[in-house]
């Protein structure tokens, strides 16, 4: 290789530079959300493709397939999976031309323009009493695949259904995770790997704390500062519920021999308000779950047993369905409301990439009382008794704590799982966390732990540099000495 000149150090810089842009603009690729229909008050078509350009949702999951949605979404780059529902399973499964011209129907006339990535056929299937749909559901996704290819188009859009986790038979640990409905689930799993196809499931947290309302549980689902559980199997502390149910399906599928399916989070969320006696349903709830979620996706970090990338996740949901039956909370997810203003700040902004403050600071995770952890799959079930858990917000002190000089950072020795929650839970309050986003001047290196020192101490110096704001369930102590470096500049210093 000859000498570098001039010109080809430019020409690099150039090249380097486009990929790191290119690598920005997609770098939200992972975050989805589903749109939902069951409502009497929902904007046009085109005002919610407006919306959605004005955030950093790159995916969108319709439970149908509503051609008004779908030409709206045209030209945008949002990528959209669209459904077949459960009513169209027999004739899907039993007539090659029902699949046929479903897909004629609801595919061909909008792609490419459209950018439809997955169908969905059917929704919680498995788990449905039905036991005759069971049997159909995978001819069904195999007629439409067969359409699909026939369209020459198989191996640009896939096909999929949707469980829930109750799919599982065992998710406690994470490492155990195994499951159910043995040689239905074999077999589909067959068709994910043999089609590329992504294995679509629905993890709730907040069903996690419904059945078991600590305070300490409340923690670990909303990413919150928490004692950590650990898998006893692998010595792996979990730090939040999230990572542990999809981390209980990863090894699900490697128990069954197909661990390099992909794994698609096709729904999650939290309610911001529900009935009297609901556990759970809150704004401040919502917003933490929501935003932590995100902030979490975005660093990259993937769970304990998928390190080092994001998976692709679908947040429930867009709006409110204001028709659909069942306790308040099942009407109360929505992201954005009818107006198209927003229900809470969650961070999904293009203009406003962190999160607004939430109302409430929580207050410092403790150990917990033994007591049976809550499963990573429950019962999406509602308990009919009133619960009041614990405030998890201390009150604001009559005299405030005194004030610090210097930077927070975290103590040595601190395991990542530990410094991924601080990392998740300070650029949740609303700090600026940009500079450790792709692109930014503290990117680089990018290790959890140095993008955990950088948020926890704009945390620390945003909260008033006072003793608690430096505590992290103490993993983090006070330091005299400039963590700056090169171009990454730490606020901070003397007072």
């Not at 945008?76 to 027999?90: C, H, L, R």
Request: aromatic share 8%; hydrophobic share 35%.
């Amino acid at each position: 290789m000859g000498p570098f000149t001039c010109s080809s150090t430019v020409v690099i810089f150039l090249l380097l530079s486009f990929l790191l842009s290119f690598y920005s603009a997609d770098s939200q690729s992972f975050i989805g959300v589903n749109y939902g229909q069951v409502a009497d008050n929902l904007p046009p078509p085109e005002a919610t493709a407006k919306l959605l350009k004005s955030t950093s949702i790159q995916k969108v999951r319709l439970y149908g397939a509503d051609p008004a949605i779908i030409k709206a979404l045209a030209n945008t780059g949002i990528g959209i999976v669209i459904g077949a529902a459960n009513g169209d399973i027999p004739a899907l499964a039993s007539d090659p031309n029902f699949a046929g011209n479903w897909v004629n129907s609801n595919v061909l006339p909008f792609y490419p323009a459209s950018k439809i990535i997955v169908v969905t056929v059917g929704n919680e299937v498995v788990t449905a009493p039905d036991p005759n749909l069971v049997a159909q559901l995978l001819p069904a996704m195999q007629n439409v695949q067969n359409a699909l290819n026939a369209a020459s188009l198989g191996g640009k859009i896939k096909v999929s259904t949707v469980h829930s986790m109750a799919v599982l038979s065992q998710s406690e640990p994470p490492s155990a995770g195994a499951f159910g409905f043995g040689d239905t689930m074999k077999a589909l799993l067959q068709f994910h790997s043999a089609n590329g196809a992504p294995f679509m499931i629905n993890p709730y947290p907040f069903f996690a704390y419904q059945s078991d309302p600590r305070p300490e549980t409340l923690a670990f689902c909303l990413f919150q500062p928490n004692a950590g559980r650990p898998d006893a199997n692998t010595g792996i502390k979990y730090m939040n519920m999230f990572d542990a149910q999809v981390d209980a399906v990863h090894s699900a599928l490697k128990g069954m021999g197909f661990k390099d399916v992909e794994i698609v989070v096709a729904e999650t969320g939290w309610p911001y308000k529900g009935d009297p006696n609901e556990v759970g349903p809150s704004l401040e709830s919502a917003k933490a779950y929501n935003a932590n979620l995100i902030n979490h996706l975005r660093s990259m970090v993937g769970t304990p047993l998928m390190p080092g990338k994001s998976v692709d996740t679908y947040i429930f949901a867009l709006y409110d369905e204001n028709q659909k039956p069942g306790p308040a909370s099942e009407r109360s997810f929505g992201l954005f409301k009818p107006d198209l203003s927003v229900t809470y700040e969650a961070g999904l902004s293009k203009s406003a990439q962190t999160p607004a403050p939430t109302p409430t600071t929580p207050a410092p995770a403790t150990t917990p009382t033994p007591a049976t952890p809550a499963p990573v799959n429950p019962a999406p079930a509602t308990p009919t008794t009133p619960v009041n858990p614990a405030p998890t917000t201390p009150t604001t002190p009559v005299n405030p704590a005194p004030t610090f000089s210097g930077w927070c950072v975290p103590r040595q020795g601190i395991s990542d799982a530990q410094l991924q929650a601080n990392l998740d839970y300070a650029c949740g309050q609303g700090i600026d966390c940009g500079p450790i986003q792709p692109g930014g001047a503290c990117f680089e290196p990018t290790t959890v732990a140095s993008h955990a020192a950088y948020a926890m101490n704009v945390y620390y110096q945003s909260a008033g540099r006072n003793s608690g704001s430096c505590d992290f369930s103490q993993t983090a102590t006070v330091t005299t000495t400039n963590p700056s470096y090169n171009s990454c500049v730490y606020p901070g210093g003397s007072t």
